[in-house]
Nanobody, 119 residues
Framework: VQLVESGGGLVQPGGSLRLSCFASGMISSVFPLYDMSWYRQAPGRQRELVAAQPSSGATNYPEAVKGRFTIARDAAKKTVYLQMDYLKPEDTAVYYC???????????WGQGTQVTVSS
């Protein structure tokens, strides 16, 4: 299984981006069973969670992005998205996709995609 991210780039403050993460090599029927998350890591900082959608479907976000970021998955496409609106310069980071199934201790990470928010 390989998580393939896309959609990063340069955007002005206040703008929007949508990141995609495709689970290549994953059987379609098991994709909904994975807990899917997005993390980010800015230079000199620890990797932090920005959005999570467990297999139950509920979502959760840290305060820093709540109301601006939205995680969603399309099981038929084996893809999880991160819609980012009202972007701020402090959102600049490399964004990583994560898939986890704790019951079998299985976890995958994407390669990361750069998001830069600057005027």
């Amino acid at each position: 299984v390989q998580l393939v991210e896309s959609g990063g780039g340069l955007v002005q403050p206040g703008g929007s981006l949508r990141l995609s993460c495709f689970a290549s090599g994953m059987i379609s029927s098991v994709f909904p069973l994975y807990d899917m998350s997005w993390y980010r890591q800015a230079p000199g900082r620890q990797r932090e969670l920005v959005a999570a959608q467990p297999s139950s479907g509920a979502t959760n976000y840290p305060e820093a992005v709540k109301g601006r970021f939205t995680i969603a998955r399309d099981a038929a496409k084996k893809t999880v998205y991160l819609q980012m609106d009202y972007l701020k310069p402090e959102d600049t980071a490399v964004y990583y996709c994560n898939a986890q199934m704790t019951s079998i201790k299985q976890e995958f990470w994407g390669q990361g995609t750069q998001v830069t928010v600057s005027s």
